[in-house]
């Protein structure tokens, strides 16, 4: 079900082979791609081998403080990249910069889950409905793996921001870390009298990755920053 038939094949670059990294390559697979390298702390230095003549697009899943050293590099290799890596968007406007000047491509997003994206719509839409209500509080309760290192979640603070522009208010984050939860996140308003929740709760990685693969097959050829949304409008056609 998952083989891509109707799209070229994508000579894909895994940055950061881990749980994630091999999720990811096993999607590519099935839809019919090539995986061309898989970077992690062992060969880091094959960074430097990545180009346009052996790999159509990478995708970056790695950590806060490796994520921006190699999307600089990536950039000056004109690279179309994918990133998924979060704790480093104070950057953004540095590396969208070098991806730009290079003519090269970049999809960063705190979370490239179909799923989570629909849950982000949803969010907006309750939350627009909610604005004329300040008796109910608002709060988001965000829950991962002990291992995910950074805390808010990415994911739940782009909730956050997108809440903000619904409610003009900031939106306190409470962060949980249990043991082999993929990741959970809710959005909920509360009073005295009741409670109105929304939450997304992922099963696996599978989704997260799936949706990196299909960014991928979405910026293969082209040039410029775009968005998970762009993603996904190129879905509804």
Known sequence: MLEC???PIV???IIGYGKMGREIEQIALERGHEVTYRINSSNAHQLSDINRTNTDVCIEFTTPETAFRNLI???GASMRVICGSTG???KLDIVESEILSHEGALIAA???SLGVNLFFEAAEFLAGIMSPYPEYDTKITETHHIA???APSGTALTLARRIRKQMNTDVPIESLRLADVPGTHQLSFENEIDKIELTHTAYSRRGFALGAVM????INGKSGIFSIKDVLASMRK
């Open 5 to 7: 038939l109707y799209l």
């Open 110 to 112: 705190s979370n490239f």
């Open 11 to 13: 000579k894909i670059a």
């Open 215 to 218: 960014a991928a097959e979405f």
């Open 148 to 150: 995910k290192l950074d």
């Open 73 to 75: 590099q990536l950039a």
């Open 88 to 90: 480093w968007y104070a």
